[in-house]
């Protein structure tokens, strides 16, 4: 096959869609949701209220999160400190992805791949945490 970007993006687009339906493999993603705290998972669950494949800038996101009320407060810690230190947990765990990082190495950016949103959108209807409505 020719090292043309557009075939291999086809192939990720396939490949991604293969093991969508596989539900052996959304099962073991399942587990990682599980296994969160119980603070983490509607920070984790909110990623549906964002499109699939976008960066979503993290100011944007930690604001939503204590908008919504998802954020404890702790002693002498604002709330956006809080927010950011879910946001690094969910990282460290491997569900969430760092888009661009900051100059000084703080994350700007972040996303969640496509079959952790799949899976994201499968239990929040489930759970009636939010209904996505697409066009």
């Known amino acids: 096959m020719k ?9 990720a687009e396939s490949l991604s869609s293969h093991i969508s339906k596989d539900n052996s493999c959304m099962k073991i993603l399942e587990l990682s949701y ?5 603070h983490l998972k509607p920070c984790f ?6 499109e699939e494949d976008r960066e ?22 604002n709330s956006n400190a809080v927010s ?9 765990r491997g569900l969430v992805q760092v888009g661009k990082r900051r100059s000084n190495g703080g994350v700007k950016t972040c ?3 496509d079959l952790l949103h799949e899976m994201c959108l499968t239990i929040a209807e ?8 697409q066009e």
């Open 34 to 38: 599980n296994y969160l705290p119980m």
């Open 111 to 113: 996303y969640v791949h």
């Open 126 to 133: 489930k759970d009636n945490f939010m209904k996505v409505i």
């Open 45 to 50: 669950l909110y990623f549906v209220a964002f």
């Open 3 to 11: 090292k043309n970007k557009a075939k291999w993006e086809e192939v």
């Open 84 to 92: 950011y230190g879910y946001l690094i947990d969910l990282i460290s």
């Open 56 to 77: 979503i800038p993290v100011q944007k996101l930690i604001s939503l999160w204590v908008a919504e009320g998802f954020v404890q407060t702790v002693e002498q810690k």
